[in-house]
């Protein structure tokens, strides 16, 4: 047996979710794809996935092998489509990484467009609020946050997002007012858990290095965005996220930044890519075509609360 074939096989499964899945998306028996899988076992001496009568899940080596069939597979594709020329339509399957929220209402526009003008390119998104090794797992572009300590990656700047704290008008209007980090412990807290749910950190003061720390027992503890979103938005109290995250609150006025004064450094937005991918047709055209539109809506999000800064300072 062919054990790129085989290969294509044991990823299909993962794809899928099942051999019977892989061997629908591949028109072939469920024994062929057994085959394939009992082969790739046999050839590496070690079981690669555990298998139920409903699903599969990799093993400690499949996780490794999966990882490096993706990696050969793509290569191999993107071989292919260089030996064409620079010129050829972009075609193929285009695997993205970006965090969760940041994926589900930024890029998942993009990347419709692009699927819209780009009919023979299909796309693998991976949303994760984890970093992913590019190159290991196979991923073309990866939408970051923050300051990139690879410099095995070609970056692309598109913008800057920060950590604010937000309530809901109505809230600040009944509870005291928040005019230093310190007053937070005088209110009800919503906190996000990747952000902090004990305390939460501001910059120093001028003439000192150590971030101010500001200590509280929260009201809510939530791990999803949207389930803070929601509850500071009704009025239930206090939270801290991450700026994207509530630019469309802020803009229709259900949710109004406090401690503007006192707002972390901004971190940069990238779209990155390994080394050489950028060449590949289908990556260089969805990058041309996320990136004015990144740029454009990070743009628009700052002017928002560059605006929500001074009108907030008006009415003080």
């Keep these: 047996m062919d054990r790129l074939d085989a290969m294509k096989v044991f990823v299909a499964a993962l794809d899928e979710g099942s051999l019977a899945g892989a061997g629908r998306k591949l028109r072939r028996s469920p024994a062929a794809v057994s085959r394939a899988i009992a082969f ?55 695997a993205l990484t ?118 509280f027992t929260p009201r809510l503890i939530v791990n999803s965005i949207r389930g803070a979103i929601v509850s500071a938005a009704s009025g239930r109290g206090v939270t801290r996220l991450m700026s994207y995250h509530i630019d469309r609150q802020v803009r229709e006025g259900s949710l109004e930044i406090v401690l503007k004064d006192y707002d972390d450094r901004p971190l940069p937005l990238h779209l990155v890519s390994p080394q050489g991918r950028l060449s590949v047709p289908k990556v260089r055209a969805f990058v041309d075509m996320a990136l004015p539109r990144l740029r454009s809506h990070f743009a628009h999000a700052s002017r928002d609360a560059e605006f929500a800064r001074k009108s907030d300072s008006l009415t003080l």
Excluded at 48 to 55: E, F, M, N
Excluded at 122 to 136: G, Q
Excluded at 195 to 201: A, E, K, N, V
């Design 98 to 215: 970006a965090p969760v929220f940041l994926g589900e209402t930024v890029l998942c526009p993009i990347i419709d467009a692009f699927m819209d003008a780009y009919p023979a390119v299909s796309v693998r998104l991976y949303l994760l609020d984890r970093l992913v090794n590019l190159i290991d797992e196979g991923i073309d572009v990866a939408l970051r946050i923050g300051h990139l300590a690879d410099s095995s990656l070609v970056a692309t700047r598109v913008g800057e997002v920060r950590r604010i704290v937000a309530a809901a008008p109505r809230y600040l209007a009944h509870n005291p007012r928040i005019m230093e980090p310190a007053d937070l412990a005088k209110h009800q807290i919503i906190a996000f858990a990747d952000l902090g749910i004990d305390s939460w950190s501001f910059p120093p003061l001028d003439g000192s290095s150590a971030p101010r720390t500001v200590h």
């Design 40 to 94: 790739l076992e046999e050839h590496v001496g070690t079981e690669l996935l555990h298998r139920t009568t409903r699903s599969i899940k990799l093993s400690e080596a499949g996780e490794r092998y999966a990882a490096v069939c993706r990696r050969v597979l793509t290569d191999l594709q993107e071989a292919d489509i260089l030996a064409v020329g620079e010129r050829s339509v972009p075609r193929g399957t285009l």
